[in-house]
């Protein structure tokens, strides 16, 4: 019996300490994914840049909150009519296309977790940034098509 005892024992400790390396590689990803602020309409918004493809795939999928102030950033190699889907999104968000002058070209608002995979998100006009931020903020904000946006990327003068 105290063999079994001190097996389950070492299984029990090893499973915690793999849980736990797990959880702090999560957060210093996380931690380490570049920011800029981005100041758009009468905002600055704290945006996550997303500036690989594994990143973009990623975006806001699994967030339960975005505050008022937080975005994601999304940052294209060129410019195209770059499409979004809501897979695994748990909250609503606005969404903003920008050519490569930062200029809005292209915004969807409200777009609901609840469609999932099954909806992609297209602009009308190519883009070489997506700005994604909490639903409403288009509106509260005053954000338009033809405003423009300002934000510096890491490596840009």
């Known amino acids: 019996m105290s063999k079994w005892r001190s097996h389950t024992t070492s299984i029990l400790v090893v499973g915690i ?3 736990l390396c797990a959880a702090v590689t ?3 990803v996380a931690e380490l994914r ?3 602020d981005v100041t758009l309409g009468s905002r600055t918004f704290n945006s996550t840049v997303a500036d690989t493809e594994t990143g973009r795939q990623k975006g806001l999928s699994g967030i339960t ?3 008022p102030n937080d975005g994601l950033l999304m940052v294209f190699p060129d410019s195209q009519e770059w499409g979004i889907w809501m ?3 748990k ?3 606005d969404i903003m296309w920008l ?3 930062r200029i809005v070209v292209h915004i969807v608002m409200d777009a609901s977790p609840e469609i999932g995979d099954s909806k992609t998100f297209v602009p009308t006009k190519p883009a070489l940034y997506v700005l994604e931020v909490a639903a409403g903020t288009v509106e509260s904000a005053g ?3 033809g405003d423009r946006a300002n934000f510096r990327l890491e490596g840009e003068k």
């Open 17 to 19: 300490i793999a849980i």
């Open 26 to 28: 999560a957060f210093l």
């Open 34 to 36: 570049p920011k800029t």
């Open 65 to 67: 909150t975005l505050g």
């Open 87 to 89: 897979k695994d999104m």
């Open 91 to 93: 909250v609503p968000i």
């Open 99 to 101: 050519d490569e002058d």
């Open 143 to 145: 954000i338009k098509i």
